[in-house]
């Protein structure tokens, strides 16, 4: 077993060649504030729902006769655009929220700048 410590408090523990898990040193703490409330910690795979994630990929010529070796890499690089269009979403809907009042907060402008900055840089990699 590798104990392994980076930025932000992390120790990352390589548990074998293929399992990593992070488990904070530092207290979680919401956006809002709040603490998370794991105190046991998750696992990283656990958090972004890995299992799921990287067995989203259905490779329609494999259950042919025909294999077609692309179709994986179309699949995966189609399924990230789509993660990136949700995010813009995401952000698209934030700022919307913040501008949908009755009087605009000015506290707020640097938020809503920098979420439409992210939307940009999304927009650029893309």
């Known amino acids: 077993m590798c104990f392994v410590t980076v930025r932000l408090g992390f120790n990352c523990v390589q548990e074998s060649q293929t399992l990593i898990s992070c488990r904070s ?3 979680d703490v919401g ?24 067995t989203a990929q259905r490779m329609l010529s494999a259950e042919s006769s025909k294999p077609v070796h ?4 179309f699949i995966v690089t189609h ?12 952000e698209v809907d934030s700022v919307r929220g913040l501008l949908d009042v009755e009087g605009l907060d000015e506290g707020h402008t640097m938020e ?15």
Do not use: S, T
């Open 31 to 54: 956006q809002d504030g709040d603490p998370l409330g794991n105190d046991a910690g998750m696992l990283y795979g656990e958090y972004l729902m890995l299992d799921k994630l990287l």
């Open 25 to 27: 040193n530092i207290e």
């Open 79 to 90: 399924q990230a655009y789509e993660l990136w269009f949700k995010q813009i979403i995401f």
């Open 70 to 73: 692309d179709e994986h890499l």
């Open 112 to 126: 809503i700048l920098k979420r439409l900055n992210r939307v940009v840089l999304i927009l650029k990699a893309c």
